[in-house]
């Protein structure tokens, strides 16, 4: 049986419908006996719905023109990429190669490494490149949780 201590999280999932139909079970079991956690629900509930019915804002697409094109954004944007490459590329050149002079690593060894790290660049340049465009965008940057 649940404690209040424990049901936090799992009044939260309740609400939400995303428990197993025992977890379900065992929550109800516990509010039936507990007037505190069934308080505590019934406010969860009432924010849920206060929540839902906040309206979206949305923003105008003059709007996201100016934020694409602020040259402080840009600018900043732009620096970051020149301060990451200043930074990682010589360590990375020197590295790689120091590892391919090395005689007593086959060939076979370097071409997996080599392919190994190109696809990890290449991710990494990936991801990062999608929350960068991502971020400049994102209508929830400002909520703080």
């Not at 629900?41 to 309206?55: D, F, I, S």
């Not at 602020?70 to 200043?86: F, H, R, S």
């Not at 990682?88 to 190669?97: E, K, Y």
């Not at 990936?126 to 703080?144: E, F, H, P």
Request: glycine share 6%; proline share 3%.
């Amino acid at each position: 049986m649940l404690t209040c201590e424990s049901i936090g999280e799992a009044l939260s999932g309740y609400l939400d419908d995303e428990l197993t139909q025992q977890e379900s079970q065992r929550v109800e079991l516990h509010l039936r006996e507990c007037e505190k956690c069934r308080s505590l629900l019934n406010q969860m509930q009432t924010l849920q719905q206060a929540v839902g019915k906040t309206p979206a804002m949305s923003l105008d697409q003059q709007h996201w023109d100016r934020v694409h094109q602020d040259p402080i954004a840009t600018a900043t944007e732009t620096a970051g990429w020149v301060l990451l490459a200043v930074c990682l590329l010589p360590p990375l050149i020197v590295g790689s190669v120091m590892f391919l002079a090395d005689t007593g690593v086959s060939v076979l060894a370097k071409l997996i490494a080599i392919g190994s790290v190109s696809g990890l660049a290449l991710l990494f340049y990936t991801v990062l490149r999608q929350r960068m465009l991502v971020s400049i965008t994102d209508k929830y940057r400002k909520v703080k949780i």
